[in-house]
T-cell receptor
Framework: DQQVKQNSPSLSVQEGRISILNCDYTNSMFDYFLWYKKYPAEGPTFLISISSIKDKNEDGRFTVFLNKSAKHLSLHIVPSQPGDSAVYFCAATGDPLALNFGKGTSLLVTP | DTEVTQTPKHLVMGMTNKKSLKCEQHMGHRAMYWYKQKAKKPPELMFVYSYEKLSINESVPSRFSPECPNSSLLNLHLHALQPEDSALYLC?????????????FGPGTRLTVL
């Protein structure tokens, strides 16, 4: 039972443009959401998070938006850079504590 | 400093071997985790240690045995594994065990069972 869904397995964006990665969740108990970036054969690297009491959190080129009524969050990367090419995992947690990951979206930023 | 270290980086073992994976963090975090990740799949939680006590066991087979010698160290003992256990094993830690504690991951151990 996949409680966190990333419906786009892959995304290709030109360098300098905006990358938008989407994530949906089904469990209304989730109250903390995170995005991780992962390169092959490496551990996920924490990027940015958002608590359910907020609808936006920004950190440099990365912004996460949360729409609680739609149970939807998105990660915006602007401007996109070739080094951003990786797999991005959306994750959610609440009670009980455990990270619930989506299946990931593979982002390719082309020069 | 958000570093979680894991050793070894790679491990190849036979089905009759006994080996251990090690994880260490010096961030003063009080919760540590083991995840298993197969190719093209998201990480799956195996164990959680919160304040040195096992708080969640996700019905992982008994051939995987976690051990938390102290709050900075987390081991995963492996015995009589099967080829399907080949995967990337990830350790993570977080400040506490609350729902808003960010988990930070180590680089992982790539395990191959022959």
């Amino acid at each position: 039972d996949q409680q966190v869904k990333q419906n786009s397995p892959s995304l290709s964006v030109q360098e300098g443009r905006i990358s938008i990665l989407n994530c949906d969740y089904t469990n209304s108990m989730f109250d903390y959401f995170l995005w991780y970036k992962k390169y092959p054969a490496e551990g996920p690297t924490f990027l940015i998070s958002i608590s359910s009491i907020k609808d936006k959190n920004e950190d440099g080129r990365f912004t996460v938006f949360l729409n609680k009524s739609a149970k939807h969050l998105s990660l915006h990367i602007v401007p996109s850079q070739p080094g951003d090419s990786a797999v991005y995992f959306c994750a959610a947690t609440g009670d009980p504590l455990a990270l619930n990951f989506g299946k990931g979206t593979s982002l390719l930023v082309t020069p | 400093d958000t570093e979680v270290t894991q050793t070894p980086k790679h491990l190849v073992m036979g089905m009759t071997n006994k080996k251990s994976l090690k994880c260490e963090q010096h961030m003063g975090h009080r919760a540590m985790y083991w995840y298993k990740q197969k190719a093209k799949k998201p990480p799956e939680l195996m164990f959680v240690y919160s304040y040195e006590k096992l708080s969640i066991n996700e019905s992982v087979p008994s051939r995987f045995s976690p051990e938390c010698p102290n709050s900075s160290l987390l081991n995963l003992h492996l015995h009589a594994l099967q080829p399907e256990d080949s995967a990337l094993y990830l350790c993570a830690s977080s400040q506490g065990s609350g729902g808003t504690d960010t988990q930070y991951f180590g680089p992982g151990t790539r395990l191959t069972v022959l």
